[in-house]
């Protein structure tokens, strides 16, 4: 580039720090990269989802449809609350030493079950079940403003400004069915039959100003997508006990899709001395095509003397889908450059492993400890824009469950945290063909999450 004309000299750079600014602006997190977030049932959460072999009340709709076909209550409603306290950072992003942090708060009810007592079904057991697989929701907006001579690349330029605005939205919930039966003595056989409804927002996008002796340039960045999916899923378990030992085994089957669809827009605004561009992209209704994977769980309780212990291992399969299928598109500022607006999600298989420690201090009071994994299937040079949260979690918790009169109320505390200092390699941005490795060289990312488990288990079953 010919320096002897300073507005196209300040137009390269300005664009070449704009290009800049708008990729630190893409790691940030949209935190569903994870299988094992959230727990269901007052036991379970205290037990950190540990129960595939051992459970036994209605939360077993979930974790193994076997177990239900031993529940001894014939009707109840199981539910209760989290409460959740959570923190996600970034460090360097934007400029050196400058942080991004996003605190929320919020009230997740986790299941809401009961069993539908029907006579000819006999030994058979039937029940329903709504959830909250999914439910987030973060937000970072930050801007500065920096002398131009601290950037040497951008001579004669005054001033830097940047602006960033990240919002992600996550919500997705399952509603279904679980029918339940005994096929041998201390044998049970389940099938739960889901429908899933997911949401999923993300919007992130930059603004830039540098000014100059002789220029001024101002650049809009902009990537958004926003997508609705329906669809159907089955979990299968197996169930048993013997001595000491129950025992259980699950598999859970990729999605169907039922309907769905999304939108998604692209902009890229360039207002320079000698140049005005625009690049715009806006597509209606694309048919959305989100479908999760295959997962085989495996777990089991030692009932010992007064205490009892639980292990849990969880294997999901590696996911490769489109989600939102978009129509690429050329791009006005570079002839030779063609826009995939793709919406996609790539995910490695993992193995979360979980263990539990109930201790019954008397007829009325049980104590918990529970410690388990919640590993990512971020992976690195992936073109995953939907799974921005490159680093393994681990929980850590205890409670108490007690009786009043015939029903059961919890009480725990859980710790979930993680984070990662070297975030090079991740590619987040499926469209884009620049080397993205000063992207995260600097970065640093952490996340934790204090829980406030808050459950009952209300019986209202005559006696016999």
């Given at each position: 580039?010919?320096?002897?004309?300073?507005?196209?000299?300040?137009?390269?750079?300005?664009?070449?720090?704009?290009?800049?600014?708008?990729?630190?602006?893409?790691?940030?997190?949209?935190?569903?990269?994870?299988?094992?977030?959230?727990?269901?049932?007052?036991?379970?959460?205290?037990?950190?989802?540990?129960?595939?072999?051992?459970?036994?009340?209605?939360?077993?709709?979930?974790?193994?449809?076997?177990?239900?076909?031993?529940?001894?209550?014939?009707?109840?409603?199981?539910?209760?609350?989290?409460?959740?306290?959570?923190?996600?950072?970034y460090s360097d992003v934007l400029f050196e030493d400058t942080e991004l942090s996003s605190t929320r708060f919020d009230a997740?009810?986790?299941?809401?079950?009961?069993?539908?007592?029907?006579?000819?079904?006999?030994?058979?057991?039937?029940?329903?079940?709504?959830?909250?697989?999914?439910?987030?929701?973060?937000?970072?907006?930050?801007?500065?403003?920096?002398p131009g001579d601290s950037i040497p690349e951008l001579e004669g330029v005054e001033s830097v400004s940047a602006a960033l605005?990240?919002?992600?939205?996550?919500?997705?919930?399952?509603?279904?069915?679980?029918?339940?039966?005994?096929?041998?003595?201390?044998?049970?056989?389940?099938?739960?039959?889901?429908?899933?409804?997911?949401?999923?927002?993300?919007?992130?996008?930059?603004?830039?100003?540098?000014?100059?002796?002789?220029?001024?340039?101002?650049?809009?960045?902009?990537?958004?997508?926003?997508?609705?999916?329906?669809?159907?899923?089955?979990?299968?378990?197996?169930?048993?006990?013997?001595?000491?030992?129950?025992?259980?085994?699950?598999?859970?089957?990729?999605?169907?899709?039922?309907?769905?669809?999304?939108?998604?827009?692209?902009?890229?605004?360039?207002?320079?001395?000698?140049?005005?561009?625009?690049?715009?992209?806006?597509?209606?209704?694309?048919?959305?095509?989100?479908?999760?994977?295959?997962?085989?769980?495996?777990?089991?309780?030692?009932?010992?003397?007064?205490?009892?212990?639980?292990?849990?291992?969880?294997?999901?399969?590696?996911?490769?889908?489109?989600?939102?299928?978009?129509?690429?598109?050329?791009?006005?500022?570079?002839?030779?450059?063609?826009?995939?607006?793709?919406?996609?999600?790539?995910?490695?298989?993992?193995?979360?492993?979980?263990?539990?420690?109930?201790?019954?201090?008397?007829?009325?009071?049980?104590?918990?400890?529970?410690?388990?994994?919640?590993?990512?299937?971020?992976?690195?040079?992936?073109?995953?824009?939907?799974?921005?949260?490159?680093?393994?979690?681990?929980?850590?918790?205890?409670?108490?469950?007690?009786?009043?009169?015939?029903?059961?109320?919890?009480?725990?505390?859980?710790?979930?945290?993680?984070?990662?200092?070297?975030?090079?390699?991740?590619?987040?941005?499926?469209?884009?063909?620049?080397?993205?490795?000063?992207?995260?060289?600097?970065?640093?990312?952490?996340?934790?999450?204090?829980?406030?488990?808050?459950?009952?288990?209300?019986?209202?079953?005559?006696?016999?």
């Amino acid at each position: 580039m010919r320096q002897d004309r300073p507005g196209r000299y300040h137009v390269g750079r300005a664009a070449l720090w704009a290009s800049l600014i708008f990729l630190l602006a893409s790691p940030l997190p949209a935190q569903d990269s994870q299988w094992w977030t959230n727990q269901y049932g007052n036991r379970a959460r205290l037990l950190g989802g540990a129960v595939i072999g051992s459970a036994r009340d209605l939360s077993a709709v979930y974790y193994n449809p076997g177990g239900l076909a031993v529940v001894d209550q014939p009707d109840a409603l199981l539910t209760g609350f989290v409460f959740e306290l959570d923190n996600i950072k970034y460090s360097d992003v934007l400029f050196e030493d400058t942080e991004l942090s996003s605190t929320r708060f919020d009230a997740v009810a986790g299941l809401i079950a009961g069993q539908i007592p029907l006579s000819f079904l006999g030994e058979s057991k039937l029940a329903y079940s709504y959830l909250t697989r999914h439910n987030l929701e973060y937000r970072f907006n930050r801007g500065g403003t920096i002398p131009g001579d601290s950037i040497p690349e951008l001579e004669g330029v005054e001033s830097v400004s940047a602006a960033l605005n990240y919002e992600t939205r996550l919500r997705e919930t399952w509603g279904g069915l679980t029918w339940a039966t005994p096929i041998q003595d201390r044998l049970g056989l389940g099938v739960s039959t889901f429908v899933a409804i997911r949401s999923q927002r993300l919007r992130y996008g930059t603004d830039f100003t540098s000014v100059g002796d002789n220029s001024v340039a101002a650049l809009l960045n902009e990537r958004s997508y926003d997508y609705y999916n329906w669809r159907l899923l089955w979990k299968v378990g197996l169930a048993t006990s013997f001595d000491r030992w129950n025992v259980g085994l699950t598999v859970t089957t990729p999605s169907l899709r039922l309907f769905g669809n999304g939108d998604v827009t692209y902009q890229d605004v360039a207002v320079l001395p000698d140049l005005e561009s625009a690049t715009t992209d806006y597509q209606r209704d694309i048919p959305s095509r989100y479908t999760s994977s295959w997962a085989i769980g495996a777990g089991g309780e030692y009932v010992g003397d007064g205490w009892n212990a639980h292990v849990a291992i969880e294997w999901f399969d590696r996911m490769d889908i489109t989600i939102l299928d978009g129509q690429p598109f050329p791009s006005r500022t570079d002839s030779t450059r063609v826009i995939d607006p793709d919406v996609t999600n790539l995910m490695r298989s993992l193995v979360n492993v979980g263990l539990g420690l109930e201790r019954k201090f008397s007829d009325t009071y049980t104590g918990y400890l529970t410690a388990f994994t919640d590993f990512t299937g971020s992976t690195r040079d992936d073109e995953a824009v939907t799974t921005t949260t490159p680093w393994d979690l681990w929980t850590v918790g205890a409670g108490a469950s007690f009786f009043i009169g015939r029903s059961n109320f919890t009480l725990g505390l859980t710790y979930k945290f993680g984070g990662r200092d070297d975030l090079r390699g991740y590619d987040l941005i499926p469209d884009d063909d620049r080397d993205d490795q000063i992207l995260t060289e600097n970065t640093r990312g952490s996340f934790w999450r204090l829980g406030l488990v808050l459950g009952f288990n209300l019986v209202f079953a005559n006696d016999d």
